[in-house]
């Protein structure tokens, strides 16, 4: 029964489309025909609105927080799972019929609270690769690199596991930007 109750509730907060109803709230028209046609942060910049972006931003890390602080304290042992589900829910929303975001800010909100090392380093990788490269999508997947290397290193198999799983799984959320860039570059 713990398990139907963490899925419910992880998957409601994750599947909330803030960056779609932000945009349009703000008059900014639907979010998903423009840029990649996603309901992140990233894509909700591309509106020019850089408040709703951020708000964006900050709501899509808040249901992951949200959602993992709940089972940690009601359901400790399926923390990892919530994580999991909150984060699926977000690329794959009912409401939008499967299509949602990449997951990276909800990701980030989710890791705040299973470990906040491993939130500091994501951040400050990603946030280097951006100022570097100036591609989200490059940033989030090299922060994604930076993490799970970091989690295989430094600590136990059963987050490297959960980082790793994040890390294959933002890679197919990117497949698109991945395809793009190599059809530049080459």
């Not at 139907?4 to 945009?23: A, D, E, M, N, R």
């Not at 509106?47 to 808040?62: M, P, R």
């Not at 399926?78 to 800010?105: C, D, E």
């Not at 989710?110 to 990788?125: G, K, Q």
């Amino acid at each position: 029964m713990d398990v139907l109750i963490v899925t419910f509730y992880s998957y409601i907060l994750g599947s909330i489309p803030f960056g779609l109803i932000l945009t349009k709230i703000a008059g900014l028209g639907d979010v998903r025909k423009i840029g990649s046609g996603n309901i992140g942060a990233t894509n909700v910049l591309r509106t020019g609105n850089k408040f709703i972006a951020a708000l964006t931003l900050l709501l899509d890390g808040l249901k992951g927080t949200l959602s993992v602080l709940i089972t940690t304290e009601y359901y400790n042992e399926l923390t990892y799972y919530s994580a999991v589900i909150v984060f699926l829910a977000h690329i794959f929303p009912v409401w939008l019929k499967f299509k949602g975001g990449k997951g990276v800010a909800t990701f980030i909100g989710s890791l705040l609270v299973i470990n906040f090392y491993l939130s500091v380093i994501f951040i400050s990788a990603w946030l280097i690769m951006l100022s570097i490269f100036r591609i989200s999508a490059v940033s989030a997947l090299l922060g994604y690199l930076v993490v799970t290397l970091t989690a295989f290193i430094f600590f136990d198999q059963k987050i490297f596991i959960l980082i790793l799983f994040y890390f294959v799984f933002s890679i197919f959320t990117h497949r698109q930007n991945i395809a793009s860039l190599i059809k530049e570059k080459f």
